[in-house]
């Protein structure tokens, strides 16, 4: 089992910024993915942004509609995947919610889980 706690989010006036942050901690293997989603008010959960770390160790990386504003990073060795929001738009308001896709593997293959934050509220203020 996989716990991710969440932190970080708050409220802000528009063209500020803020700083998410993801700890994932239990017993851990390898995150195929970590990122961060989105839900605004009667709208569904959106990407943000996320990375993908393949079997070579690379690392690719994918942004949903934010338009270069947002900046994600990935720490394997702390298992930790932080979000950098900059230049804040009212329509960014949303509750943020870290993902993962957790892999572990044994001598029988290797399955895949999938995690969810508990959520933060991100609220920008025109």
């Known amino acids: 089992q996989v716990r991710l706690v969440e932190s970080g989010g708050g409220v802000v006036q528009a063209g500020g910024s803020l700083r998410l942050s993801c700890v994932a901690s239990g017993n851990i293997f390898r995150f195929v993915n970590m990122g961060w989603y989105r839900q605004a008010p009667g709208k569904e959960r959106e990407l943000v942004a996320r990375v993908t770390s393949t079997s070579t160790g690379d690392m690719h990386y994918e942004e949903g509609s934010v338009q270069g504003r947002f900046t994600i990073s990935r720490d394997d060795a702390k298992n930790t995947v932080d979000l950098q929001m900059n230049s804040l738009k009212p329509e960014d308001t949303a509750v943020y919610y870290c993902?993962?896709?957790?892999?572990?593997?044994?001598?029988?293959?290797?399955?895949?889980?999938?995690?969810w934050g508990q959520g933060t509220q991100v609220t920008v203020s025109s």
């Open positions: 993902n993962v896709l957790h892999e572990a593997c044994s001598p029988y293959g290797c399955s895949e889980v999938e995690f």
